[in-house]
């Protein structure tokens, strides 16, 4: 099978592999559509992964083709999106429901192969259904919008609130969208990025602030925001949410931090004084596995409430993958979406 191999720190090639043998609970998915995850640039970038050479690949949906003994031959020709966590199952963690918890994880994509691939074996549990109606493409869009969902249910969401959005990149946006579906009408979304924020408007936002041009709190004036939710990852950003909670409010950091980051003393003040619930949202997953979130966006995406179509800017082939994967960490702003088709 053809598959694109990261091989070291900017390299990656295209590569003839052999077709994933399965195991008794295993299932072999033909893949249709693999994205880009704004986490495998560090993964390409700096070889930021546990073993070299390996296929990335997380944000998938394909056909199944194959299944193991221990799996109804009626499962072949389903059209499935596939959680990418390996749990073990067995640790305190799994077993009390917290699989994204395991310490003993594996993760298709960084520690073993991924879907930047023509097939890929993984276990029966792993695989979501998606509507008859969904594209693979769209289906491939099942895993970010999970962690948006898991990100959203991490906090006491209340009809009437207001929401500001930092980062308006895949997750931010399917953040939005997944408030706007759950009766949030009031959302900012900020980023530094107006074509980003041209596709944060389509997705719902109702102010947008570009916060490269504009000063944020006094856009915002007097306006305080119940729900915060840090999508960018940047420090500069990390150290400033505070700044614009209203009293009892909650902000969930999404993001990943990958530059050191200092908060004043007054930044504490504020958590203390304006009573804020401030919380981290890790993965998407919940018991019994992969959870809740999962099926969530399946249904989301069938029912046509949540749409992605127009967030794929980009469909490389292998070949092209490495060239247009520079452009998006070289911050091509026309870049949004990255999706190989199979």
């Known amino acids: 099978m053809k598959a694109l191999v990261l091989v070291g720190a900017g ?9 994933p043998l399965i195991k008794a609970d295993e299932v072999l998915i033909k893949v249709s559509a693999c994205g880009v995850c704004g986490s495998d640039i560090p993964r390409v970038k700096e070889a930021a992964v546990k073993k070299l050479p390996l296929v990335l690949g997380h944000e998938f949906a394909g056909t199944i083709v194959e299944v193991g003994e221990n799996i109804s031959q009626m ?3 389903k059209r499935v999106a596939l959680a990418p966590l390996l749990p073990c199952n067995h640790c305190r963690q799994c077993m009390g429901g917290y699989p994204a918890m395991c310490p003993n994880y594996s993760f298709i994509g960084s520690r073993v192969n991924g879907a930047m691939a023509e097939y890929i074996a993984l276990p029966h549990q ?7 109606k969904t594209t693979f493409e769209q289906a491939a869009f099942i895993e970010p919008l999970t962690v948006a969902i898991h990100a959203v249910e991490r906090i006491n969401l209340q009809i009437g609130k207001k929401a500001l959005v930092y980062g308006c990149g895949t997750i931010g946006l ?14 900012t979304a900020v980023d530094i990025s107006n074509s980003k924020l041209a596709f944060a408007e389509q997705s719902g936002a109702t102010r947008i602030i570009n916060n490269s041009q504009d000063d944020i709190g006094q856009q915002l004036g ?8 840090e999508s960018t990852g940047a420090s500069v950003v990390q150290a400033r949410v ?44 919940s018991g019994p596995f992969p959870g809740l979130e999962w099926s969530g966006a399946s249904a989301l995406l069938a029912g046509g409430q949540i749409k992605v179509d127009s967030y794929i800017t980009h469909r490389p082939t292998l070949e092209d ?3 247009t994967i520079e452009k998006l960490w070289l911050g091509d702003e026309d870049i949004l979406k990255i999706m190989f088709k199979f």
């Not at 390299?11 to 077709?19: A, D, G, R």
């Not at 007097?222 to 939710?229: G, P």
């Open 11 to 19: 390299e990656l090639v295209v590569k003839k592999l052999p077709k």
């Open 75 to 77: 499962e072949i020709g």
């Open 126 to 132: 792993n695989i979501v259904e998606i509507g008859e």
């Open 174 to 187: 399917l953040i939005i969208q997944v408030l706007k579906a759950k009766g949030i009408t009031d959302i």
């Open 222 to 229: 007097s306006v305080e925001m119940d729900y915060i939710f």
């Open 242 to 285: 505070f700044d614009f909670s209203a009293p009892h409010g909650s902000v969930v950091f999404v993001g990943t931090v990958h530059q050191p980051i200092t908060y004043s003393p007054a930044a504490f003040e504020t958590i203390l004084r304006k009573e804020l619930i401030v919380t981290g949202s890790w993965m998407s997953y």
């Open 321 to 323: 993958g490495l060239e």
